[in-house]
Nanobody, 113 residues
Framework: VQLQASGGGLVQAGGSLRLSCAASRSIGSIILMGWYRQAPGKQRELVADISSGGVVNYDDSVKGRFTISRDYAKNTVYLQMNSLKPEDTAVYYC????????WGQGTQVTVSS
């Protein structure tokens, strides 16, 4: 499975961004997809994930601000990020669990104060 992430950028605090992760195969067969992030000097951490059955999971730090969703027609997973904070600044990585783990390239999100 190849994953192509896009949508990062520079935004002011309080702003919004939408990340996209396009998969090279039907996402209906992918058990779990999600987004991780890694800030400078920190470990990679889970932001949100969504199962093939539509069950979603969010890190406490993003609950109420971020929304993960799947578009089966486009084989794409989205991460809508609202009310962004400087502490959301990180490289965001798309992830898929299909027999094994797959990672997309990172996309930089920078939130200025």
């Amino acid at each position: 499975v190849q994953l192509q992430a896009s949508g990062g950028g520079l935004v002011q605090a309080g702003g919004s961004l939408r990340l996209s992760c396009a998969a090279s195969r039907s996402i209906g067969s992918i058990i779990l997809m999600g987004w991780y992030r890694q800030a400078p000097g920190k470990q990679r951490e889970l932001v949100a994930d969504i199962s093939s059955g539509g069950v979603v999971n969010y890190d406490d730090s993003v609950k109420g601000r971020f929304t993960i969703s799947r578009d089966y027609a486009k084989n794409t997973v989205y991460l809508q990020m609202n009310s962004l904070k400087p502490e959301d600044t990180a490289v965001y990585y798309c992830y898929a669990n299909y027999r094994k783990s797959y990672w997309g390239q990172g996309t930089q999100v920078t939130v200025s104060s």
